[in-house]
RNA sequence: GGGAGAGUUCCAGAGCGGUCAAAUGGGGCAGACUGUAAAUCUGUUGUCUACGACUUCGGUGGUUCGAAUCCACCCUCUCCCA
C-alpha cells in the first residue's frame, strides 16, 4: 500500500486541493511540503503531534519536510474557527514557546542536511514594509472572499479585527515565500487551516502563475463532536512536565468506546491489517484496545521505559495492590504540620486535589476522599506526622485520581 | 463622526432598590450503577477560623438606612447610519 492510500484508510485525509496530483507527488516522494507550528503555548500537544506524525510517515516514503515555526505569525495570532480574540502574546513569550516546541519536534523528527528543515516565518515577516506587502500581495486577495471564509464565520456576529484579519495573509505568504526559496509545492495542516491554506495556493497561482497543493488532516474528535486532546484543565501536553506520562497514559486508556480504533487508525503505527482485526471487539473488550492504544501513544512521546511505568502504575491502581512508586507525590514541609498532626482538608489542598478548603470539605461530606485506603468520615481527621514517613500516605480522590504525600 | 444597546459567578443567560452568593441550562467535581467506557439518576459547584462571617455582578465616584439593580464619568464590545 502506498502512502497516499494508507493516510486514507487511516482516516487522516480531511481536504484535498486535487486528489490526483497530490496521490502522484507523495507517493512517488517528489512532494516538499511544510507544516506550520504556531507558538501558542510552550509546549507541543496532541494536534500537533499528529502532525508531526504525518510528517515522518510523508518522509518515510521519501518527501522532504518543512517544520515552519510561527515565530512572525505567532505575533498576530490566527483567529480560524475561534470565537474570540486570542491573547496577544508578548515577543519574549513568542520565542520561549518557539525554543521549547524546537526541542520538542527534535525528539520526533531528525532535522539536518538532507533531512527534515526547520525554519521560523520570523525570519521574513518581520521584516516585511507595509506598503511593499500591499502592493506586492494585497491586490491577490479579495476581501469579498476572505469574509466568505469558513474560518471567520464565527467571528463575523462577535466581531473581527482588522488585526486578526491578516493572519491569512501572513500564512498565504509564508507559502508563497517557501515555495520560492524551498521550492516547496505542499502545505499540511489541520482542517481548520483549510481557507489559509486555500489563500496560499491561491496567492502563488496568481503571483507565479504556477500550482502548489494543500492538504488537511482530519481533527481529532470524539464521537460527540468535541475536539480530542483537551481536558477541563486544558491541554493534554507532550512536555512530561506539564502532562505526566501517567496523565497521558490514562486520558488515552479512559476514551470513549466509540472513539478507541479511531485514534488508534489515526494515532498509532500500528500495522492497519492488526487494527482491522480490532475492529470486531466489542464490549468490555474494548477495553484491550484502550490498553494498547494508551501504550502505544504513551510510547511514542515518552520512551518505552515510561511507557511501561505507567501501565504498571495504572494496573497496579486499578487492579488492586496499589504500587505507589510512580505516583504524583507532595512532598510535605514542617509548615504543613501544626502539633505534628496535618487535617484532612489541608492535606487535600497541600497536595493539589483540591482547589480550596471548602472544596476539601464538600469533597469529605460526599464520601469522595479514601486516605490509606480507609474512607474518611469526617472533615475534622486528623493525621499524625509520623504515618508520612517511608511509603507515606496514599491520598484518593474519586475512584481515579491517587495522590502520595510524604515527609522530607 | 452620529445614534441605539450590552458588559452578571467556569461558559451561556435570568435578575432591574431589600426576601441575592444571585434563577435556569451547560460544564466541572463527588455518590449510585458499571468495564478505569457511554447513558441514566442523586448531591454539589465564591472564600473562610463555617448553623456565623467576609469578598463578588466592566472600572471609579455618588444617591440611599440599604445597590448587581438608580445617577455621573470612564473603559470595552455589538448593532444601525456615515
Given at each position: 500500500?502506498?502512502i497516499?492510500?494508507e ?10 486541493t ?5 496521490r502522484e507527488?507523495?507517493?512517488?516522494g517528489?512532494?516538499?511540503f ?7 503555548a510552550?509546549s507541543?500537544?496532541?494536534?500537533h503531534f499528529?502532525?508531526l506524525c504525518?510528517?515522518?510517515r510523508l518522509?518515510?516514503?521519501?518527501n522532504?519536510?518543512?517544520a ?5 505569525t505567532?505575533m ?5 474557527g475561534r470565537s474570540?480574540?486570542r491573547q496577544?502574546m508578548t ?6 514557546n518557539?525554543?521549547c ?8 523528527i531528525?532535522?539536518?542536511?538532507g533531512?527534515?528543515k526547520m ?7 518581520l ?11 494585497g491586490?491577490c486577495?479579495?476581501v469579498?472572499?476572505?469574509l466568505?471564509?469558513e474560518?471567520?464565520?464565527q ?6 479585527t482588522?488585526?486578526?484579519f ?10 508563497y515565500h ?5 521550492g516547496?509545492?505542499?502545505?499540511f495542516?489541520?482542517?481548520d ?11 502563488i497561482?496568481?503571483k507565479?502563475?504556477?500550482d502548489a ?8 474528535m ?5 475536539k ?6 486544558g491541554?493534554v501536553?507532550?512536555d ?5 506520562p501517567f496523565?497521558?497514559y490514562?486520558?488515552?486508556?479512559n ?7 479511531k485514534c ?8 492497519l491489517?492488526?487494527i ?6 466489542e464490549?468490555?473488550?474494548?477495553n ?7 501504550m502505544e501513544l ?22 488492586g495492590?496499589?504500587s505507589?512508586e510512580h ?6 514541609g514542617?509548615a504543613?504540620f501544626e502539633n505534628?498532626t496535618?487535617?484532612a ?9 483540591c482547589a480550596?478548603n ?9 464520601g469522595?476522599?479514601?486516605i490509606?485506603d480507609?474512607k ?7 493525621y499524625q506526622?509520623?504515618d ?14 491517587f ?6
Open positions: 500500500m502506498q497516499y492510500e493516510l486514507k484508510a487511516r482516516g487522516l485525509i480531511a481536504q484535498v486535487d486528489e490526483e496530483e497530490i507527488l507523495v507517493n512517488n517528489k512532494a516538499t511544510y507544516i506550520g507550528f504556531d507558538p501558542t510552550d507541543l500537544h496532541v494536534g499528529m502532525a504525518l510528517m515522518k518522509q518515510m516514503a521519501g522532504k519536510p518543512i515552519l515555526l510561527g515565530g512572525g505567532g498576530v495570532g490566527d483567529p480560524s474570540d480574540l496577544v515577543v519574549d513569550t513568542i520565542q520561549h518557539c525554543d516546541f524546537k526541542k520538542q519536534m527534535e525528539h520526533f531528525e532535522f539536518g542536511e533531512k527534515a525554519i521560523n516565518n520570523a525570519d521574513w515577516l521584516k516585511l514594509n507595509y506598503i511593499e506587502l500591499m502592493r506586492e500581495v491586490s486577495f479579495s469579498n472572499n476572505m466568505r471564509a474560518c471567520y464565520k467571528r463575523m456576529e462577535k466581531g473581527l482588522f488585526f486578526e491578516n493572519y491569512m495573509i501572513m500564512q498565504a505568504y509564508d507559502f517557501m515555495y520560492q526559496t524551498d516547496c509545492n505542499m502545505q495542516g489541520g482542517d487551516q483549510w481557507s489559509n491554506m486555500l489563500a496560499g495556493t491561491e496567492l497561482r496568481r507565479l502563475g504556477k497543493y494543500a492538504m488537511t488532516i482530519t481533527l481529532l470524539n464521537s460527540e463532536g468535541k480530542m486532546g483537551k481536558t477541563a484543565n491541554a501536553w507532550l512530561p512536565a506539564k502532562t505526566s496523565d497521558f490514562q486520558y488515552w486508556r476514551i470513549g468506546d466509540a472513539d478507541v480504533l488508534i487508525r489515526m494515532l498509532t503505527f500500528l500495522p491489517d492488526e482491522d482485526a480490532m475492529d470486531h471487539w464490549g468490555s473488550q474494548l484491550r484496545a484502550k490498553e494498547i492504544l494508551a504513551t510510547t511514542l512521546i515518552h520512551g518505552t521505559e515510561e511507557a511501561q511505568k505507567a501501565e504498571e502504575a495504572a494496573h497496579g491502581l486499578f487492579a495492590g496499589a505507589t505516583m504524583p507525590t507532595t512532598v510535605l514542617d504543613q505534628g496535618i487535617g482538608l489541608s492535606l487535600l489542598v497541600a497536595c493539589g486535589l480550596s471548602g472544596e476539601a470539605r464538600r469533597l469529605v461530606q460526599q469522595g476522599v479514601t490509606n480507609k474518611v468520615e469526617g472533615v475534622d481527621a486528623v506526622r509520623d508520612f514517613a517511608g511509603e507515606g500516605v496514599i491520598v484518593k480522590k474519586g475512584k481515579k485520581i495522590h502520595r504525600a510524604v515527609t522530607q
